[in-house]
């Protein structure tokens, strides 16, 4: 890895990771501060949910009475239930489009503006630059996840409430996990095409496919199949932050499609024809 590329991409995008990370904060403490609100209302918002549909409460994560009673408490949301709900559940997703924006044009935004020719002329392998460039996206994205840690932990005490430190740093460490999957193919569609617009919509779509499969297949049992299919399905984080049973196939299955897509795209862009 060289240190100059890493350092680089760091200084480049302080401005963009510090921006994800102050919304990350503010949701995450917003969640935090509105949820003392929620005794005052008089509303058994278990009895809400379940005049849902089946379906609906499937694709939500609630089907079954284990993850009811996790959630819920004589008819009202349990803290992290209701924190689970509002924002760690969403926070791959964030984080996820961040990793799509970022890495979707890893090298055909080089390649478009004309600076992979000038870097490459140096005694620079492509290798050595594709992961620099790599790793410095992945320390940008877990300086954003440590943030949003720290918000839900110090949020937490403003409001007298226990969120156990093993448990959020588990949840926040598997969400992390699954943006640094997203981030694995995303970089594979940029070595790929090296036009930024289509490497954007393809590692978008890859993204939204995944997700919506997840919902998909929880939701209609006919196609239950396809939930298998989806990365988001294996992010079990209100198991992760109420009890810390962390779903370690899934944290398999991110690190191998991670170091897959990485290898495929180290084979890829090192045999490229960089000429468009």
Not at 66 to 87: H, K, P, Q, R, W
Not at 220 to 225: E, F, K, R, Y
Request: net charge negative; hydrophobic share 55%; with cysteine.
């Amino acid at each position: 890895m060289s240190l100059s590329i890493y350092r680089n991409v760091l200084t480049l995008a302080r401005v963009g990771v510090l921006s994800w990370s102050v919304v990350l904060v503010l949701w995450a403490l917003l969640v935090v501060w509105i949820y003392p609100s929620l005794e005052d209302t008089g509303v058994n918002f278990e009895d809400y949910l379940n005049a849902m549909p089946e379906q609906l409460r499937a694709s939500m994560g609630i089907a079954g009475e284990a993850e009811s009673a996790l959630m819920f408490d004589a008819g009202a949301f349990t803290y992290l239930g209701f924190l689970n709900v509002e924002y760690i559940s969403w926070l791959p997703l964030l984080l996820g489009i961040y990793a799509v924006v970022y890495c979707g044009g890893l090298i055909s935004k080089e390649v478009e503006r004309g600076t992979l020719d000038v870097v490459l002329s140096q005694p620079v392998e492509r290798t050595t630059f594709l992961l620099s460039k790599l790793a410095g996206f992945l320390t940008l994205a877990l300086a954003a996840t440590v943030a949003s840690a720290i918000a839900v932990l110090l949020g937490a005490l403003t409001i007298g409430e226990d969120a156990n430190l093993s448990n959020v740093v588990a949840v926040h460490a598997v969400s992390f996990l699954l943006v640094v999957a997203i981030a694995g193919y995303s970089t594979l569609a940029s070595c790929v095409s090296l036009d930024p617009g289509r490497s954007l919509a393809v590692a978008g779509v890859l993204t939204a496919l995944t997700y919506f499969a997840n919902v998909l297949g929880s939701a209609i049992s006919a196609v239950g199949w396809v939930k298998y299919a989806s990365l988001f399905y294996y992010y079990d984080s209100l198991q992760v932050i109420a009890q810390g049973e962390v779903n370690w196939t899934g944290v398999g299955v991110y690190v191998a499609v991670f170091a897959v897509t990485t290898a495929a795209s180290v084979l890829v862009f090192r045999r490229k024809d960089l000429v468009r």
